[in-house]
């Protein structure tokens, strides 16, 4: 196989990487977007305290607003934190409860804000994540291609 050939597979792969790096990144906003909409639908918002300290005792300085939509992974992570900072200091665990516990019901709505919450950060993250290989595979064909176009010229 001839120093051309192989240059012309070399740049049609960097084509590849970048059309592939493309949809990457278009899908990170996409996912992004989705996230942020669904807790506008719901409403779900935040307030109170600029800071707030996690249960590994870090302290989250939120943004300079006070109150507002979850659009963030941090305030995603924070407010799931605090929810169930606030389940473990005022109820006892779900599986510990009896089953005629009128405060079942608080619990369970409860750990359903919490999971909502959690999905919603793992949302961002991986929004997060395909942004980087998009990126990534961006930088690859760019770099695939100047490679080919160098190989394709030396015959």
């Known amino acids: ?3 051309r050939t192989i240059g012309m597979i070399v ?6 990487c970048l059309v592939i790096g493309g949809v990457f990144i278009w899908q990170s906003f996409a996912v992004n977007g989705q996230v942020v909409n669904s807790m506008k639908i719901e409403k779900a918002t935040y307030g109170g305290d600029l800071e707030r300290i996690t249960p590994e005792g870090e302290v989250i300085v939120l943004d300079e607003k006070i109150g507002g939509i979850v659009d963030t992974e941090k305030e995603a992570k924070l407010m799931a934190d605090t929810l169930q900072s606030h389940l473990h200091t005022q109820y006892p665990p779900y599986s510990e409860m009896e089953r005629d516990d009128p405060d079942r019901n608080t619990i369970i709505q409860g750990m359903t804000l919490q999971n909502s919450l959690v999905i ?3 949302g961002f993250g991986i929004s997060t994540m395909a942004l980087g290989i998009g990126v ?7 770099a695939f291609g100047g490679t080919g176009l160098v190989l394709r010229r030396q015959e």
Request: hydrophobic letters at 70%; zero cysteines; aromatic letters at 6%.
């Open 1 to 3: 196989m001839s120093t």
């Open 11 to 16: 740049l049609l792969l960097g084509l590849v």
């Open 120 to 122: 919603a950060q793992m």
């Open 136 to 142: 990534f595979m961006i930088i690859t064909g760019v």
